[in-house]
T-cell receptor, first 115, second 112 residues
């Protein structure tokens, strides 16, 4: 089946630095990628939707300058958390959508800790 | 816009007992409905989905769900719980904007 590889699985960074999270669709082309944030014991909150070759669409309240999303190819989407602060610590998950079987394939998530 | 309500944030069952997780949705258009399972520090795994056709949907690991339009429900069941079913379960709905809206989640614990 479809697989989305998400890296890194865990990252610790210092406050003020930037962190990049990658999601790759391994055996299919992901025209649309969704990025979610999940707080402990909470549901998934949609941050943004990215389509290959175009600018990401951010949900209300999500800072586009802090959470930079790039979807330069049909197999790779990246989320960069810029000037990270402790409040950005969270679990980030990507999801690729495919029209063929109307399915969403999720990455394994990235645990970000900002110290 | 669509939304999902999962009734019960925590369900505890005995091993071998029925698992029933409740999900109600609202959608202005015919919905696509999903159930996902999440283990700690992992992504989401699809259990089953309803798009069109048969309203009783069978998924992986013995789970099934029934789409009831009149009740706007998509409850998830499994006849006999196994210890490995202990996890977080999310119901989700999408409509014509392809965005998934998730319920708050239900934590399932299984007692030996």
């Amino acid at each position: 089946g479809a697989v989305v590889s998400q890296h890194p699985s865990r990252v610790i960074c210092k406050s003020g630095t930037s962190v990049k999270i990658e999601c790759r669709s391994l055996d299919f082309q992901a025209t649309t990628m969704f990025w979610y944030r999940q707080f402990p014991k909470k549901s998934l909150m949609l941050m943004a939707t990215s389509n290959e070759g175009s600018k990401a669409t951010y949900e209300q309240g999500v800072e586009k300058d802090k959470f930079l999303i790039n979807h330069a190819s049909l197999t790779l989407s990246t989320l960069t958390v810029t000037s990270a602060h402790p409040e950005d610590s969270s679990f980030y998950i990507c999801s690729a959508w495919t029209l063929g079987d109307y399915g969403y394939t999720f990455g394994s998530g990235t645990r970000l800790t900002v110290v | 816009a669509q939304s999902v309500t999962q009734l019960g944030s925590h369900v505890s069952v005995s091993e071998g007992a029925l698992v029933l997780l409740r999900c109600n949705y609202s959608s202005s258009v015919p919905p696509y409905l999903f159930w996902y399972v999440q283990y700690p520090n992992q992504g989401l795994q699809l259990l089953l989905k309803y798009t069109t056709g048969a309203t009783l949907v069978k998924g992986i690991n013995g789970f099934e769900a029934e789409f009831k339009k009149s009740e706007t429900s998509f409850h998830l069941t499994k006849p006999s719980a196994h210890m490995s079913d202990a996890a977080e379960y999310f119901c989700a709905v999408s409509a014509n904007d392809y965005k998934l809206s998730f319920g708050a989640g239900t934590t399932v614990t299984v007692r030996a």
